[in-house]
């Protein structure tokens, strides 16, 4: 069911193998990518309802920045082909953000940024036959690495934009049932205003 809603909303926002705004080398990415975002209204309790399953379990600061009361309300969302892969990386430091109330454009939060990166596993080998697609993590060192098999309905929490980010890459997904996954942050900080992305 999960993997359903991933492909619908892929073919309703229209996917590409560009994501908006991320800049990766050539070669570094391969995979299609949709970007939403909840409306101003729905955003809370949407989200909020997710946050609040886990919102116990993950640090309370980080860098002295408290946890923020709310998710940053992007979701990126992926779809990983046969072959498709994302190669060695660390992810960036993002704004905290959100639809605008008039559901025109994207708020930036001033004074919040992703602390963590936040991956939702839509499916998996036991029920859809994914194969492949694993997320590896490397040590601190770059010396070990262990990959996790997505399990659908689980949550994969790392560090991003930050000196300790965790370096990481989606393996190839080696089957030919696509990898579903979303991607949002977990924002850090104290919102002081308002600023406009989009």
């Known amino acids: 069911y999960l993997a359903a809603c991933a492909e619908a909303i892929l073919e309703h926002n229209g996917h590409s193998r560009l994501a908006p705004g991320i800049q990766t080398p050539p070669g570094m990415r391969i995979n299609q990518a949709a970007h939403w975002y909840p409306s101003h209204q729905e955003a809370p309790t949407f989200l ?5 399953r886990f919102r116990h379990l993950v640090p309370k600061s980080l860098d002295d920045m408290p946890l ?4 940053s309300e992007k979701v990126a969302q992926f779809k990983y082909d046969k072959g498709d892969e994302f190669k060695r990386h660390v992810d960036g430091l993002f704004p905290g953000q959100g639809a605008n109330q008039e559901g025109n454009g994207v708020d930036e939060w001033i004074g919040v940024v992703s602390g963590m990166s936040m991956l939702f596993f839509l499916n998996d080998y036991e029920t859809d036959g994914l194969v492949g697609g694993q997320t590896r993590l490397w ?4 010396s070990n690495h262990v990959d996790v098999v997505p399990r659908k309905g689980r949550l994969l929490f790392f560090r991003r934009g930050s000196p300790d980010a965790v ?7 080696t089957g030919d049932v696509p990898k579903y996954m979303a991607l949002i942050n977990l924002a850090y900080g104290e ?4 600023g406009s992305l989009m």
């Open 191 to 194: 919102r002081t205003g308002t």
């Open 139 to 142: 040590s601190a060192d770059g």
């Open 167 to 173: 370096l990481h890459a989606g393996l190839p997904v």
């Open 68 to 71: 923020h009361d709310r998710l």
């Open 48 to 52: 909020g309802s997710v946050f609040d």
